[in-house]
């Protein structure tokens, strides 16, 4: 594959940054005319870049590019919103659930990759119904939010393999927690202080995404 698919998926991610930034600063703040500073529409739009770049590079020219570049482009905004406001809005993943299903479906007509799509389905419904159980043992370890999210990561995860998925939550988890350390080694926070759980599922994702290498062409 040419670098013409990578250099224009990240054109297209600087292209977005400024308006990704602004939809992350509304949705944190529940204000419609929230402005985000210039530093984060940088910051953004990066990082957009960064994220839409990967999908074609790991997926090629497929329709499962949509859902790669989907994912990556509502991780930033997520992760960004967790932040912010400890939230993972809806509007975003539901929207990106929704986009990355019917790319994978359009994959699977194109490319014949079926058993990769019910894998994919498998995977979110598995991944839901742990993390789920999980947070109704302990809601104060994993809140409903992370839950909806796990969901959609194991939907595109899992459609890149079961290793893929394992790899990306048990980084997720890993990454969480020593995030949490460092928080409470630098007294930035305490034991008692709510961590949103976002960031590092999603940083643990795209790290398992790249350890996997370029996803094969049926």
């Known amino acids: 594959m040419t670098t013409a698919l990578p250099v224009g998926a990240a054109l297209l991610g600087l292209l977005l940054g400024p308006w990704l930034a602004a939809v992350t600063v509304r949705l944190a703040g529940r204000d419609d005319a929230a402005v985000p500073s210039r530093r984060r529409i940088v910051l953004t739009a990066l990082l957009a870049a960064a994220a839409l770049a990967a999908a074609p590079a790991l997926a090629g020219a497929r329709p499962a590019v949509v859902a790669l570049g989907w994912l990556g482009a509502a991780a930033v905004v997520l992760a960004g919103v967790d932040l912010a406001s400890h939230r993972l809005p809806n509007r975003v993943v539901f929207p990106a659930a929704a986009a990355c299903a ?117």
């Not at 302990?138 to 796990?150: A, C, Q, Y």
């Not at 759980?197 to 995404?209: K, V």
Request: hydrophobic share 60%.
């Open 102 to 218: 019917a790319a994978l479906l359009a994959d699977a007509v194109v490319t014949g990759t079926w058993p990769a799509l019910a894998r994919s389905v498998a995977a979110a419904a598995v991944t839901f119904a742990v993390a789920a159980g999980a947070a109704t043992i302990s809601p104060e370890g994993l809140g409903f939010g992370d839950v909806k999210l796990l969901g959609l990561l194991g939907l595109v995860l899992g459609w890149a393999g079961w290793g893929v998925l394992l790899l990306g939550v048990l980084a997720g988890l890993v990454l969480g927690a020593v995030g949490s350390l460092l928080l409470l080694a630098t007294r930035r926070a305490g034991w008692r202080t709510a961590v949103p759980f976002g960031p590092p599922l999603l940083a643990g994702a795209c790290l398992a995404l790249a350890v996997g290498g370029p996803l094969p062409v049926p």
